[in-house]
């Protein structure tokens, strides 16, 4: 019996794909619980389209973070703390001082989280800093950190 999935089942497939499945299986279990369609015509035509339509917004999301790596990758940032005179900062830049410089300089808000920063900068000095924008995605960030 083909089934089309609304659901992930676990060693059985994602949500939108069609499977085989046994008879008793899916009309006592996947039906009634919610987690499948039968496999009908209707049903496997308008999981394709869905899949489709998917795609096609997955490789918009994907073209979209490109374009913003690449835009993050031509970004300069400049970040004023106070240090001392050998060049130690007191206190540290962290990845929420980045995000905040990069919504306040440029007006691009980017989660905090999507910093790269192993260790808090505690420096002055020029960093390269990575930002991850989407899977498999990564935009170079330069922050310059200057004495006030």
């Given at each position: ?5 609304l659901q992930d089942v676990e ?38 389209k869905a899949k489709e339509e ?81 899977t498999g995605i990564e935009g ?9």
């Open positions: 019996m083909k089934v089309v999935l060693k059985l497939g994602n949500a939108g794909d069609i499977v085989d499945v046994k008879m008793g299986y899916g009309r006592n279990y996947l039906i009634p619980s919610g987690l499948a369609l039968e496999g009908t015509k209707e049903n496997i035509a308008n999981a394709e998917r795609a096609a917004q997955l490789e918009a999301e994907k073209a979209a973070a490109e374009d913003l790596a690449a835009q993050i990758n031509d970004i300069t940032l400049n970040i004023s703390k106070k240090s001392s005179p050998e060049g130690t900062l007191f206190g540290s830049v962290t990845n929420k001082d980045v995000a905040e410089a990069l919504k306040d300089q440029k007006d691009i808000a980017i989660d905090k989280r999507k910093i790269v920063l192993v260790d808090p900068i505690r420096n002055i000095g020029s960093f390269t800093i990575p930002v991850k924008v989407y170079q960030l330069t922050v310059k950190v200057e004495a006030e």
